[in-house]
């Protein structure tokens, strides 16, 4: 037992266990292992040739899904520690929050949504879901990872409940995640554990402040265009007034670093304010509280909008960008439109599952075989099937 934990903290000693009961390790707790099966997953080394903004070949610098998520968790293990919250339960929702992502990011996600609509639709949460419980075939005795109901509920809910309350009949949700709450109920009406919430909120973190250093590395934007920028303005205004002859990456790096400790520290002031008004005793307090215990202030939650909002207007929609998206969209599109039409030249293991799937579950089948694609292999098998060679 860890008596270092805050009250409020998930518990590995009083875990609600796995859906197929294992014996436990002497070693290792139920949330170390279930981090270091997230970690020893096909999934989770795919994750290296997956991109967040760029694809895969326009450089070598830029983040990959792996890379953000190693940094998610560098980050949520900070918080946690300094919460006095599960470091391991923390760390393995950060690791496995982006498994279900398709190739080509927000593209990819898009792409195969439009291709998947009359099939149930396409939601990247739903396929983590289904990537830990059913896709990753590496035990003997079950399908999937076999992860704890804490991580698996971390994965689930960490942005927040999905359901109005215990009776909601969850029509709305997505398919995926519909289909689960009848094996394992992940009580989707309540908050997650504190620990997901970090996990949530420090991928907020990762993720815009190193789109920023991504975007000035990329020449998409330059840092005299961030000076009027909330948050980011102030902080690169103090680097440069500190070092005046600073430039190039340095300056880059000297500002981001900045911005992600001035994140956490907003965090950690907010949380510890919300936490001593609840006063949870225990990490069921935590699920049935009326809002989340682990915030950002409301100052930061506005600089945020604009930030986001800046890299959407001059990132996410910047014409490299926007090449990139369209070839990713076209790839995709094409790929599921000739694996629907013909399904045999699908590599022989994923055609066994789709012939052993009824006629309305093979789609998903497609679906799934696409989404575990890495953005080098999603274009080589585009290559392969689309550009015929004498």
């Known amino acids: 037992m860890n ?58 610098y830029f983040r990959t899904r792996l890379t953000h998520s190693l940094e998610v968790a560098q980050i949520a293990r900070s918080i946690a520690r300094g919460l006095r919250l599960d470091e391991d339960l923390a760390e393995a929702l950060a690791l496995a929050h982006d498994l279900g992502h398709p190739p080509f990011g927000h593209a990819g996600e898009d792409a195969l949504q439009a291709c998947m609509e009359p099939y149930g639709g396409f939601d990247h949460n739903a396929q983590t879901l289904r990537t830990l419980t059913d896709i990753e075939k590496r035990y003997a005795n079950f399908d999937g990872l076999n992860l704890s109901w804490e991580t698996l509920e971390g994965v689930v809910k960490h942005n927040g409940p999905l359901l109005k309350d215990s009776d909601d009949d969850g029509a709305d949700l997505p398919e995926g995640l519909r289909n689960y709450r009848r094996v394992w109920d992940l009580e989707m009406h309540t908050f997650a554990s504190a620990e997901a919430q970090v996990a949530a909120l420090s991928d907020d973190i990762a993720y815009n402040n190193h789109d920023l250093d991504d975007g000035l590395r990329a020449g998409l934007f330059d840092f005299d265009d961030l000076d009027d920028l909330p948050m980011v303005g102030e902080i690169l205004g103090k680097v440069k007034a500190l070092y005046p002859d600073l430039g190039g990456k340095r300056l880059r790096h000297e500002t981001i670093r900045r911005l992600i400790t001035h994140m956490i520290d907003d965090l950690m002031g907010e949380s510890q304010k919300r936490i001593a008004d609840l006063d949870p005793r225990s990490s069921e307090d935590v699920r049935g509280a009326s809002e989340a215990i682990i915030a950002f202030s409301d100052n930061l939650k506005s600089d945020d909008v604009a930030v986001r909002s800046f890299l959407h207007e001059n990132m996410y929609r910047h014409y490299r960008v926007n090449r990139m998206t369209a070839e990713a969209r076209r790839v995709v599109t094409d790929l599921f439109g000739l694996f629907l039409d013909e399904p045999e030249v699908m590599p022989e293991d994923w055609q066994v599952l789709h012939r052993a799937a009824p006629a309305e579950k093979a789609p998903r089948v497609i679906c799934d075989y696409i989404a575990g694609m890495t953005d080098r292999f999603a274009l080589l098998e585009h290559k392969r099937l689309f550009q015929l060679n004498p």
């Open 3 to 60: 008596d270092n934990l805050a009250p409020f903290a998930c518990r590995s000693e009083t875990s609600r266990g796995r859906l197929v009961a294992e014996e436990e390790s002497v070693t290792r707790t139920i949330f170390q292992r279930d981090r270091d099966r997230v970690i020893h997953s096909s999934a989770f080394r795919r994750l290296m040739h997956k991109t967040q903004v760029f694809v895969y070949h326009e450089g070598d």
